[in-house]
């Protein structure tokens, strides 16, 4: 199935190259207007320059804009793909896109090619980006569009449908209807599925749902995915503090934004800046992970330090190296699972409902569970392998001291910077890892000191 | 915003309790009827055992079935529910559900129970359940609904406007409408948004889309989700190798898709086999933690016996112990960023584009830059700081090689788990941490130990 499309898709895409080179506009545009967006973004982003400037001359700015909302590359070539266009061309596609994706693009040019675009293109297009371009990055303001469908609730169906099929081509859904009063403030809404099964004379006074369900523009872009994924909703209204109808958010946005923080804990919990850009070299990969190797190069060499203090100890009994890694690692491990528990609890909303102190609580019990169980194992198989009863002791006492720190801390770094208002995915695994280590070593060589005679 | 909802939500289920326990089946029906089937939810579930069976006398088994597809228990939670009901009213109310709701919840349940409630229940429902049941998990057909409108291509926009007013009330989505011929094979699609902005006496042949993507019911629901995505569809047709359809998959079901194959990876890296239940109490926290944890100590024990046979080296020369843990925790942490950016990359078919030996010379790359630029660093902090010179020496070569082959294999352990079609997310992070560990202490005690006369 998915080879056929493959194989399906290389053989239009040789039709359509074939057609370029051949300065076919006929035959290109034949084949090309009736592949799906996304499709045609593929085609546009495998072209090289030379190409592009050509398919320019094939395409409208409106259908251009259909395949420059799709693309997505990194922020530099945003600007060198648009400036490969004439001025105006490249104006006239951003104000034919739909708000939001305009002001995404609009985003990642700098300030004075943004201005440059704005003062082209034309001004009711432009005075409508204006406004979305104040939101702050991550908001709802931030993400949502100005194309939406809104009606009075003094009318009949018959009328909302006419309004309904006018705007169709340039709303973004136009599967719900959002009802405004005078002054343009939310107060009912209604999808087209009430506005079909209704009789054409019904008002939609009658008919509209009026505990609408509206997001404020200052809302953080992760609570409305939430909000959306928990009401299975194709879009959510977003209002300004007195209710005015600003916009729309729409469903694909909103997986996109799931998908985006989705991979931003799952990049952090791993230490790297960003797992989901494919890096083009060594030179781009190295550069995304080396940041966070230093940091923890430092933090390990601070750890080496603190071991470096318990020289004596260890000329004396140099087997005491011998389990460094075992204790530095389970605890390392055991912080990582209490982290991402809380971390995902924190970003799915599910801790909100919980005490913070029940969790720690609940928290040091796991600690003490596991830590009492790894500990006596350790302690036995040390006993009964090497036959080192003191050692055995030593090595367990540490595993359940260190695993019961190690689960707290993983709990209470999160919550912490989740209380400070930093983002709690930051305490990231590998820093976690390197505190426990630090942690589990002093723990460790603590109690070895402090029992040194049962040793030697 | 969110505290007044919250508010509000509360006065409203301070009505609900009051009207349950008047028995009051009027006020309560009035408040109740006119939430949204989500909140409806969160209602049942904050209710005891003996409220829950005074509303089932309140709701029909219909208006009941809105509220038991939005649930989302543990497993044996579903069966202890179902049973506070009447058989048959439970049998109603799951035929009542959308198809691939009514299947989620019978996988929940054992045999026996499934097999009575599809016995119970009216034969065409019990049919088109029967039908999904036989799916495998994680595949299109078991989380897609039959509940789709299709019509014929030689029909006019007027008479599939009358059709899809008659099935809306049934269908899971109407914005969809997909052609068939009179073999049920899907040979075209048109959205709502089009049949309305057509003219009432056009044929659908003239304006179906006929290049309809379809996905097959044995393909994996992660592939699925990722289409969706990226083609920004509301719903995608499911169809069988003779491209007879099926049924369909609606965006709802794809966010939940891909919230679940997100948390699960992140799982995964964290090793913890479910971040998302939240923990009741240490019990259950530790029961998931626990399985993990054992298999990393004996994988950390195996390490302390390695470095145990270097335990001469070690007494003579004690403050190569000190070293352990960074070299350590630095191959760990580097494997885990290949790691991941490998298994993001196959989950989301990134890979796929390029070649594997590209990958992995360009990991061999970063391994390269990493550890040089880490070694150089220790190298010197060690020379300057330690005025060690050979102890810098080793330690920085150590880090240099141990970067590059934990570099290496964190990239190819998913490569090679993903061709032996293995989920490539097991190989989590403290699996290749704990792996890592015993590759770079083998490096260094196997460096240090050659060159033991320059140290002492």
């Known amino acids: 199935m998915s080879e056929n499309t493959k194989e399906l898709e290389r053989s239009a895409f040789e039709k359509l190259e074939a057609a370029l080179k051949n300065n076919d506009i006929d035959a290109f545009r034949s084949e090309f207007m009736d592949m799906h967006p996304y499709d045609q973004t593929q085609f546009f982003l495998k072209m090289d320059k030379d190409d592009r400037r050509e398919l320019y001359h094939f395409l409208s700015p409106d259908e251009m804009s259909e395949i420059f909302q799709n693309i997505e590359?990194?922020?530099?070539?945003?600007?060198?793909?648009?400036?490969?266009?004439?001025?105006?061309?490249?104006?006239?596609?951003?104000?034919?896109?739909?708000?939001?994706?305009?002001?995404?693009?609009?985003?990642?040019?700098?300030?004075?090619?943004?201005?440059?675009?704005?003062?082209?293109?034309?001004?009711?297009?432009?005075?409508?980006?204006?406004?979305?371009?104040?939101y702050e990055e991550y908001t709802a303001g931030s993400i949502m569009t100005t194309e939406f469908i809104s009606i009075a609730a003094n009318q009949?169906?018959?009328?909302?449908?006419?309004i309904l099929k006018k705007e169709a081509p340039n709303a973004e859904t136009i599967y719900y209807v959002y009802v405004v009063d005078d002054e343009k403030r939310?107060?009912?809404?209604?999808?087209?599925?009430?506005?079909?099964?209704?009789?054409?004379?019904?008002?939609?006074?009658?008919?509209?749902?009026?505990?609408?369900?509206?997001?404020?523009?200052?809302?953080?872009?992760?609570?409305v995915a939430k909000k959306m994924k928990d009401y299975d909703f194709l879009a959510v209204p977003v209002v300004d503090f007195q209710r005015h109808l600003l916009g729309i958010i729409t469903v694909d946005d909103i997986i996109d934004v799931l998908d985006e923080e989705a991979s931003d804990d799952?990049?952090?919990?791993?230490?790297?800046?960003?797992?989901?850009?494919?890096?083009?070299?060594?030179?781009?990969?190295?550069?995304?992970r080396l940041p966070w190797l230093i940091v923890l190069l430092f933090l390990g060499m601070f750890t080496?330090?603190?071991?470096?203090?318990?020289?004596?100890?260890?000329?004396?009994?140099?087997?005491l190296a011998v389990f460094i890694p075992l204790i530095g690692g389970m605890s390392g491990n055991t912080g990582t699972q209490a982290l991402a528990v809380v971390v995902r609890g924190i970003a799915t909303g599910d801790l909100e409902r919980e005490s913070k102190w029940k969790l720690?609580?609940?928290?040091?019990?796991?600690?003490?569970?596991?830590?009492?169980?790894?500990?006596?194992?350790?302690?036995?198989?040390?006993?009964?392998?090497?036959?080192?009863?003191?050692?055995?002791?030593?090595?367990g006492i540490s595993i359940l001291a260190s695993l019961i720190v190690a689960t707290l801390a993983g709990a209470l770094v999160p919550l912490l910077m989740h209380r400070l208002k930093i983002d709690p995915a930051v305490a990231s695994g590998p820093f976690i890892t390197t505190i426990n280590d630090i942690i589990s070593i002093l723990i460790y060589f603590g109690i070895a000191t402090a029992f040194m005679s049962k040793l030697t």
């Open 73 to 134: 590359v990194e922020e530099e070539d945003y600007q060198d793909i648009l400036e490969e266009m004439n001025p105006k061309y490249a104006a006239d596609m951003i104000s034919s896109m739909y708000t939001d994706d305009a002001v995404d693009v609009l985003n990642e040019l700098d300030k004075d090619h943004v201005a440059s675009y704005l003062t082209i293109m034309d001004e009711e297009a432009a005075d409508e980006i204006k406004e979305l371009l104040h």
């Open 156 to 162: 009949t169906v018959r009328s909302a449908m006419y």
């Open 186 to 223: 939310l107060v009912g809404v209604i999808s087209l599925r009430d506005l079909i099964i209704s009789d054409d004379d019904t008002m939609i006074s009658e008919i509209m749902y009026t505990r609408v369900m509206a997001v404020s523009a200052a809302e953080d872009q992760e609570q």
């Open 266 to 288: 799952y990049s952090k919990l791993a230490g790297v800046s960003d797992v989901d850009t494919l890096d083009k070299n060594p030179f781009s990969a190295a550069k995304k």
């Open 304 to 319: 080496a330090s603190l071991i470096g203090r318990f020289e004596e100890t260890l000329s004396k009994v140099a087997i």
């Open 360 to 395: 720690l609580l609940r928290e040091l019990g796991t600690g003490l569970i596991t830590g009492t169980t790894c500990g006596i194992i350790v302690m036995l198989v040390v006993y009964l392998w090497q036959g080192e009863f003191f050692l055995g002791i030593l090595v």
